[in-house]
């Protein structure tokens, strides 16, 4: 059994993890994803959506040749589905209120999903983040943590041999924490649903009410763990 089949059949997936592979994408340095990204994501935010909606279909396509399953991509995009959702549903309400006076609940909820539906303003958004999700995706899939927290310093050190500063990173560390602390929090998340589940708990509020709060107290300790041992490494 290869490596990376002994890590799909060990390992659970969880969204915005890293997943062993030897893509060209796994080899590609970290530092060149990192820079990647931000030049990306203007791109898609300063172009029309259409831009955005073919550069989601070709990520997507691009993600079944790096064999992610539709399951780890739907993970990964959780958060732009419940934004999606959110933003709908605001959409929705607001629309409602508005027509109600004068049309009545029925009609006015009506002509709100009609207004919605055509509502090019609210998906050129959603889809301009649907896209700028997934570049961030590719680039957790196929990089380490450690890969990450190099290729930051990396570009600090290159960055500051033309500032009248220090030559040694003193952010890299920061900002890699930070940039991997998402991945952390999803990974939580999952083994809390993982054990809630296999506690006979079911999908419901009341889920996200019992495992919320202790969420908040794991990254808190996360994170204190993390800062003391950047204390112990800088001593």
């Known amino acids: 059994m290869t490596r990376q089949n002994t890590y799909s059949a060990t390992q659970s997936y969880s ?7 030897k893509s060209f994408f ?6 060149v994803k990192i820079c990647f990204i931000p030049l990306f994501n203007i791109a898609v935010f300063s172009l029309n959506w259409r831009f955005a909606a073919l550069s989601a279909v070709l990520q ?5 040749c790096l064999h992610f399953s539709v399951r780890e991509q739907l993970a990964d995009l959780t958060p732009v589905l419940w934004y999606a959702v959110f933003l709908y549903l605001i959409n929705l309400f607001s629309e409602t209120f508005l027509n109600f006076g004068e049309l009545g609940l029925l009609k006015s909820i009506a002509e709100a999903v009609k207004n919605c539906l055509h509502d090019e303003k609210t998906f050129s958004t959603v889809i301009k983040f649907f896209a700028c999700n997934q570049s961030a995706s590719l680039m957790f899939k196929t ?4 890969e990450l927290r190099e290729g930051i310093e990396k570009i600090e050190i290159s960055v500051r041999r033309f500032l009248p500063v220090k030559k040694e990173p003193a952010f890299a560390m920061v900002v890699s924490m930070f940039i991997n602390f998402i991945p952390a929090v999803f990974k939580m998340w999952g083994q809390l649903k993982r054990a809630w589940f296999a506690r006979g708990g079911k999908f419901s509020i009341k889920m996200y009410l019992a495992l919320f709060p202790v969420l908040f107290t794991l990254g808190l300790k996360y994170s204190l763990d ?3 041992a950047i204390l112990v490494r800088a001593s």
């Open 26 to 31: 796994h080899r590609l340095p970290s530092w």
């Open 15 to 21: 969204a915005f993890s890293y997943k062993p592979g």
């Open 60 to 64: 997507c396509l691009l993600f079944f």
């Open 226 to 228: 993390s800062a003391k």
């Open 143 to 146: 990089s380490t943590s450690l």
